[in-house]
């Protein structure tokens, strides 16, 4: 009986990939709302979602690969992983069509006032205050807002996961 090391089974350098490439894709956003300052939409907190749960299956798919469990089993939440990451693209595909004006968005996203400063009516405050419109961009870099670089982002690591789920056959 041959026996691989855990990092060479196959899947495992993908899922470690994929998995670290989310994690990054996220923190990043992270970083922009709370070091740099930039407050997140409606869509763009909603955009958040496929990160948040793909990082652990993301994880899980590591553990798999790494303690050699059948491969189906890493190919499955590979799978599972691309998925969400195409449905994250599909929902960055939307909000930048919001932002373009190509069609509307939801109701909820109109914007509204700033946050409150005033402490002593903090509670009265969340009912009225509202996130940023979902229809301007915060920031575009290189022609594209943060929705257009998180299709970006998704596509590549939905081909990523896709990929070694592939090799991990």
């Given at each position: 009986m041959t026996t691989t090391a855990p990092t060479n089974r196959p899947g495992t350098?993908?899922?470690i990939l994929v998995t670290l490439g989310m994690a990054a894709a996220v923190g990043g956003a992270l970083g922009?709302?709370?070091?740099?300052?930039?407050i997140p939409c409606a869509l763009c907190l909603l955009q958040r979602d496929p990160y948040y749960f793909g990082i652990p299956v993301g994880i899980l798919a590591i553990g798999s690969a790494a303690f050699g469990?059948?491969?189906?089993?890493?190919r499955?939440?590979?799978?599972?992983?691309?998925?969400?990451?195409?449905?994250?693209?599909?929902?960055?595909?939307?909000?930048?069509?919001?932002?373009?004006?190509?069609?509307?968005?939801?109701a909820s996203?109109?914007?509204g006032a700033g946050v409150t400063t005033?402490?002593?009516?903090?509670?009265?405050d969340l009912n009225t205050v509202h996130g940023p419109s979902c229809t301007e961009a915060a920031l575009r870099v290189l022609g594209l807002s943060f929705a257009g670089w998180n299709v970006i982002a998704s596509v590549v690591l939905a081909a990523i996961a896709f990929i070694g789920a592939k090799k991990a056959a």
């Open positions: 350098g993908h899922a922009f709302q709370y070091l740099g300052g930039y469990l059948p491969a189906w089993i890493t499955v939440l590979l799978i599972i992983v691309g998925i969400m990451m195409l449905v994250g693209a599909g929902m960055g595909v939307y909000h930048s069509g919001v932002e373009w004006s190509f069609w509307p968005g939801p996203c109109g914007g005033n402490a002593g009516n903090l509670l009265g």
